[in-house]
């Protein structure tokens, strides 16, 4: 009998880098060894209580069976309401969807909007999953190169990458890995550029609470309401409302998108899982702990900038919202030694000084690694001197 093969996606499609690397971290955690953990986009406070006691109520009278595979009518209104308050937009209940995470929402999106070989821009860096799930549909990436310092592109960058043609194009802000945040100034400039092309666009808000600047987020539907039926945009509980493993995320589009979504979702998952739902019907009342959870992020951020800013050869541009660090290592690399170089370094400050980080190939920003500061101060400035310590024995 011949030797059974998978499809061609099982040859393709890789592991997540950071689910891995922060995987790895965790099993020498588990053994003993003292690492500290810079993997991870997860943070380390506790859901609010007041969404785990409904969860408790959930259970306690049995109110657990199967809901509308799109998301409980209530919670979907509840969702609408809020972000009609945030956006200045009117939205109705119809135009959201309640998915397993951000993740889902973006997948089910990419799904029904794309058929196989359109393009996708993406600009970069990018989120690992972008450019594994366009894959997975048979799609090609179109990266986006940014020609201004800080991580951002503009008008002309998608104009000099030919993202006219593409069927979609992906923004994320802020922005995981480089957190960087766009103002509304830089965000009405390129819906100048959308409105002169038809394809759809996907934000990726899931950090959105997580802003340290005087503006703060800046919604595209805010910016652009009239792009309404080219828009869908993709958040949730995770990040915000330390919610990680709860797995609720929300897209907000028109019916039609939203409608063919829930299909979809129908066939694949159905329902999120009801008594996360239920958690998540009290999450909008609980805003006083997330904006606490955000400047707790940017008081560690500030902590691991400060410990980090004067090593010479590492650079890296402020992040201004989510809770990551992309750093620049070129300026640490031997001439002729740029290949490979961030893995070469990630593998040092892990095997030396018990460093976990994630290195910026995935992100498609080679040379560079990715530290997340959702973390503990103190846990911060500790890995601050470990990295020092570990930069001044790598031999590039």
């Known amino acids: 009998m011949g030797q059974l093969r998978l499809g061609w996606l099982s040859d393709v499609l890789g592991d997540s880098p950071t689910l891995k690397l922060s995987g ?14 810079l993997t991870a986009g997860e943070p380390d ?7 785990c006691e409904a969860a408790h109520d959930a ?3 049995g109110r657990i069976g199967y809901t509308a595979a799109a998301g409980m009518p209530e919670l979907r209104q509840r969702v609408a309401e809020f972000y009609a308050a945030r956006t200045g937009v009117a939205i109705s209940a119809k135009e959201v969807i309640v998915s397993n995470g951000a993740k889902q929402v973006l997948y089910n999106a990419l799904s029904m909007l794309l058929n196989q070989g359109d393009e996708v821009a993406v600009p970069v860096p990018y989120w690992v999953t972008y450019p594994a799930q366009i894959t997975a549909l048979r799609a090609r990436m179109i990266p986006v190169i940014p020609s201004r310092p800080g991580w951002k592109i503009t008008a002309e960058d998608l104009e000099r990458a030919g993202a006219g043609r593409a069927k979609a194009l992906i923004m994320n802000t802020p922005s995981n ?18 409105r002169k092309t038809s394809f759809f666009i996907l934000t990726d ?3 959105e609470d997580l802003v340290y600047t005087d503006e703060g987020h800046v919604p595209l539907m805010t910016v652009a309401p009239d792009l309404r039926h080219r828009i869908v945009t993709v958040t949730g509980l995770s990040k915000s409302y330390a919610m990680t493993g709860w797995r609720v995320g929300f897209g907000i589009a028109d019916v ?7 299909r979809l979702q129908s066939h694949s998952t159905s329902n999120v899982n009801t008594i996360a739902q239920k958690a998540a019907m009290v999450a909008f009342d609980c805003r006083d702990e997330v904006e606490t959870m955000a400047r707790a992020f940017q008081r560690r951020r500030d902590v691991l900038v400060a410990e980090l800013s004067d090593i010479p050869g590492l650079r890296f541009t402020m992040p201004d919202g989510a809770f990551y660090l992309l750093t620049d290592i070129r300026g640490l690399l031997g001439a002729g030694r740029q290949t490979g170089g961030c893995m070469r370094l990630a ?16 992100f498609g920003v080679p040379n560079h690694l990715r530290l997340s500061y959702a973390d503990a101060e103190e846990t911060l400035r500790e890995a601050g001197l470990r990295i020092r310590r570990g930069i001044e024995t790598f031999g590039g």
């Not at 790895?24 to 953990?37: F, I």
């Not at 039609?256 to 829930?262: G, N, Y």
């Open 205 to 207: 808000e899931i950090y």
């Open 256 to 262: 039609q998108t939203i409608s063919a979504m829930a």
């Open 177 to 194: 890995p480089s957190g960087a945040v766009y103002t509304r100034a830089e965000l009405e400039e390129l819906t100048e550029y959308f």
């Open 59 to 61: 259970l306690d009278h």
């Open 24 to 37: 790895q971290a965790k099993e020498l955690l588990a053994k003993g060894e003292p690492v500290v953990n």
């Open 347 to 362: 593998e040092h400050l892990l095997g030396e000084e018990k460093v976990a980080v994630v290195p910026g190939e995935p």
């Open 45 to 51: 406070f506790p859901t609010p209580r007041a969404i």
